[in-house]
Nanobody, 115 residues
Framework: QVQLVESGGGLVQAGGSLRLSCAAS????????MAWYRQAPGKQRDFVAF???????NYVESVKGRFTISRDNAKNTVYLQMNSLKPEDTAVYYC?????????WGQGTQVTVSS
């Protein structure tokens, strides 16, 4: 089985920065893409950023220029550097990975941005 553990969430003022990490472990031979999603209270879970095994990235329009997704394949870890945070970024952030055509989710980490 695959396990994903997120870390780095917390409370930050608007304009501040946070760096999220997600480490994959377990049966992860064949690890492919990794991504970040977020879910605000009362809202659906939405896509934030995506990165392929080769390093190709894409982002939801609202975070372009502020967030950067990256990965360290040797460590099976994906990162999300979040700068210029806004209150509307407040959500639980979830890591997702693809392993041999199956998808796995982490438990989430809370990001709260005060106004």
């Amino acid at each position: 089985q695959v396990q994903l553990v997120e870390s780095g969430g917390g409370l930050v003022q608007a304009g501040g920065s946070l760096r999220l990490s997600c480490a994959a472990s377990g049966s992860i031979f064949g690890l492919n893409s990794m991504a970040w999603y977020r879910q605000a209270p009362g809202k659906q879970r939405d896509f934030v950023a995506f990165i392929t095994s080769g390093g190709t990235t894409n982002y939801v329009e609202s975070v372009k220029g502020r967030f950067t997704i990256s990965r360290d394949n040797a460590k099976n870890t994906v990162y999300l550097q979040m700068n210029s945070l806004k209150p509307e970024d407040t959500a639980v952030y979830y890591c997702r990975c693809s392993v041999s055509a199956k998808y796995y989710w982490g438990q989430g980490t809370q990001v709260t941005v005060s106004s």
